[in-house]
């Protein structure tokens, strides 16, 4: 139940939009919730992750203007909406969650990670 499952991930064309869900655990503090992606023979990538406590977002430079993070903390779920999407947002995206508050952008400080949800921009 710690672990947490995304949702959502499909094909859409450059310029449209596409909204992910992660579910998360409640039977567990959780610091942040970000999400990563990974695009074949690339590094893992940080996208955006949520102050789940205080709300406040942080979001990576290739996605500023464009990704939005928010949460329904009634369904203890985690939205990644995405517009304007290009062809280089073609990766896997994981959801994690993240038991301590630090470096919300490195990979290395989330505990648990979901299994990844595929997204395909393509015309």
């Known amino acids: 139940q710690v672990q947490p499952v995304e949702s959502g991930g499909g094909l859409v064309q450059p310029g449209g939009s596409l909204r992910l869900s992660c579910a998360v655990s409640g039977r567990t503090f959780n610091a942040f919730v970000g999400w990563f992606r990974q695009a074949p023979g690339k590094e893992r990538e940080f996208v955006g992750a949520?102050?789940?406590?205080?709300?406040?977002?942080y979001y990576g430079d290739s996605v500023k203007g464009r990704f939005t993070i928010s949460r329904d903390n009634a369904k203890n779920t985690l939205y990644l909406q995405m517009n304007s999407l290009k062809p280089e947002d073609t990766a896997v995206y994981y959801c994690a969650t993240s038991s301590l508050y630090g470096d919300y952008g490195s990979a290395s400080r989330y505990n648990y990670w979901g299994r990844g949800t595929q997204v395909t921009v393509s015309s």
């Open positions: 949520i102050a789940w406590t205080g709300g406040s977002t």
